[in-house]
């Protein structure tokens, strides 16, 4: 079995790539910038808008991990082209949580059915935020965090989670049979405030670290000093209006259920990252 993985290159992806190989899992690693070639992974050149690159990525690949595009309103339809012309089985979705809960019409939650009508044996992941947000994304917090020790965000609670649980889960599912048709959302094992995020890593790391409880209008102009499209930003202030909502206060047992292990915690993650000893944050 060839696995073929999307976003290879990214914090999600390239955990997914590590974990499948760990496994012994042969995969094609796409992205828009590939590698050399390592081992069971061969990389291959893949741009969601450039279709002529479609077929060549795929290979002989009879799954699929995608994770497709958060904040294109045409995503929905591109993703669906795209498995149509794909001759692989089964497709793996990483969404995110609380997706299956919003109207048909936004972007993620069409991406999820048009891979649930796609044809395809069909599994979703739905991760909470990533605690590899705080150190690895510049514009979400990590730019701010490093440069002024102010960590962005709002009120809410989420059930943050470590990307290497989220391939543990994607590699159970990827590899094991039993899967087809169902959901699962990956949660860290609690629900957290950004302000007791801002603590444990002012504790781990001994630098002053405080919550910045922005508001709307706050946020839109932190996040605009990014040069990023003004969509990634409207999908940007949207989650926080969702964390305020308390879309990603739940917390479950699914990673436990799936891979047998307990996950990771911010107080882990914090003393690999954050700890004086540790690599500084990126």
């Given at each position: 079995m060839t696995v073929w993985v999307e976003g290879a290159t990214g914090k999600a992806g390239r955990r997914v790539v590590a974990a499948l190989t760990a496994a012994g899992v042969p995969v094609r690693a796409a992205s828009r910038h590939p590698g050399a070639a390592r081992g069971p992974v061969t990389p291959v050149r893949?741009?969601?808008?450039?279709?002529?690159?479609?077929?060549?990525?795929?290979?002989?690949?009879?799954t699929l991990f995608v994770k497709g595009l958060d904040s294109d309103d045409g995503a929905a339809a591109l993703v669906a082209r795209f498995l149509a012309a794909s001759q692989a089985g089964r497709v793996v979705l990483m969404s995110a949580a609380g997706v299956d809960r919003t109207p048909d019409h936004a972007p993620r939650r069409a991406v999820e059915l048009a891979v649930q009508r796609s044809g395809k044996r069909w599994t979703v992941l739905r991760p909470n935020?990533?605690?590899?947000?705080?150190?690895?994304d510049e514009w979400v917090f990590a730019k701010a965090l490093r440069e002024t020790g102010e960590l962005y965000a709002g009120s809410g609670r989420a059930g943050?989670?470590?990307?290497?649980?989220?391939a543990d889960a994607a590699?159970?599912?990827?590899t094991s049979p039993g899967h087809d048709g169902r959901g699962y959302t990956i949660t860290g094992p609690a629900a957290l405030t950004?302000?007791?995020?801002?603590?444990v890593l002012a504790e781990t790391s001994g630098r002053p670290i405080r919550l910045r409880?922005?508001?709307?209008?706050?946020?839109?102009e932190h996040f605009a000093k990014s040069g990023r499209p003004e969509a990634w930003v409207d999908h940007m202030l949207h989650l926080f209006e969702l964390v305020r909502a308390g879309a990603f206060a739940a917390v479950t047992d699914d990673f436990r259920r799936l891979t047998g292990n307990e996950p990771r915690t911010l107080a882990a993650y914090a003393e690999e990252k954050w700890a004086p000893a540790a690599v500084s944050p990126r």
């Amino acid at each position: 079995m060839t696995v073929w993985v999307e976003g290879a290159t990214g914090k999600a992806g390239r955990r997914v790539v590590a974990a499948l190989t760990a496994a012994g899992v042969p995969v094609r690693a796409a992205s828009r910038h590939p590698g050399a070639a390592r081992g069971p992974v061969t990389p291959v050149r893949f741009d969601w808008y450039d279709e002529t690159t479609w077929a060549p990525a795929l290979g002989d690949a009879g799954t699929l991990f995608v994770k497709g595009l958060d904040s294109d309103d045409g995503a929905a339809a591109l993703v669906a082209r795209f498995l149509a012309a794909s001759q692989a089985g089964r497709v793996v979705l990483m969404s995110a949580a609380g997706v299956d809960r919003t109207p048909d019409h936004a972007p993620r939650r069409a991406v999820e059915l048009a891979v649930q009508r796609s044809g395809k044996r069909w599994t979703v992941l739905r991760p909470n935020w990533f605690l590899q947000n705080f150190d690895e994304d510049e514009w979400v917090f990590a730019k701010a965090l490093r440069e002024t020790g102010e960590l962005y965000a709002g009120s809410g609670r989420a059930g943050f989670t470590d990307t290497r649980d989220l391939a543990d889960a994607a590699a159970a599912v990827l590899t094991s049979p039993g899967h087809d048709g169902r959901g699962y959302t990956i949660t860290g094992p609690a629900a957290l405030t950004f302000g007791e995020v801002a603590r444990v890593l002012a504790e781990t790391s001994g630098r002053p670290i405080r919550l910045r409880d922005v508001t709307p209008a706050e946020h839109r102009e932190h996040f605009a000093k990014s040069g990023r499209p003004e969509a990634w930003v409207d999908h940007m202030l949207h989650l926080f209006e969702l964390v305020r909502a308390g879309a990603f206060a739940a917390v479950t047992d699914d990673f436990r259920r799936l891979t047998g292990n307990e996950p990771r915690t911010l107080a882990a993650y914090a003393e690999e990252k954050w700890a004086p000893a540790a690599v500084s944050p990126r």
